[in-house]
């Protein structure tokens, strides 16, 4: 079992950043490919950002491309989401997911364990 505890939302305004971070209570942090997921009121879950598990190859859409960066420190068993540039649109509930093995894939039933999310807010 793999508990995930994202940290860093809130408030913050338009053209501003925010860093969110996922702590991954589990030995094997290196076997898994991580995610970053969003989901504002009314819309689907989608896609943000994914990292593979040794965090050589990084995925995002282009509604978020230049300005979200996905990194890890194996080391230390997170994941991060660097948010620059924000915009209103950005509003929503962020999940971090953890999927056993290397790859990293964009649909999000690909991800087998998730984290409760951490609301951003961006204000125009």
């Known amino acids: 079992q793999v508990q995930l505890v994202e940290s860093g939302g809130g408030l913050v305004q338009a053209v501003g950043s925010l860093r969110l971070s996922c702590a991954a209570s589990v030995r094997t942090f290196s076997t898994y490919a991580m995610g970053w997921f969003r989901q504002a009121p009314g819309n689907e879950r989608e896609f943000v950002a994914v990292?593979?598990?040794?965090?050589?190859?990084?995925d995002y859409p282009d509604s978020v491309k230049g300005r979200f960066t996905i990194s890890r420190d194996n080391a230390k068993n997170t994941v991060y989401l660097q948010m620059n540039s924000l915009k209103p649109e950005d509003t929503a509930v962020y999940y971090c997911?953890?999927?056993?093995?290397?790859?990293?894939?964009?649909?999000?039933?690909?991800?087998?364990?998730w984290g409760q999310g951490t609301q951003v807010t961006v204000s125009s």
């Open positions: 990292i593979s598990s040794s965090g050589g190859i990084t």
């Open positions: 997911a953890a999927r056993y093995g290397g790859i990293a894939v964009r649909r999000s039933i690909g991800y087998d364990y």
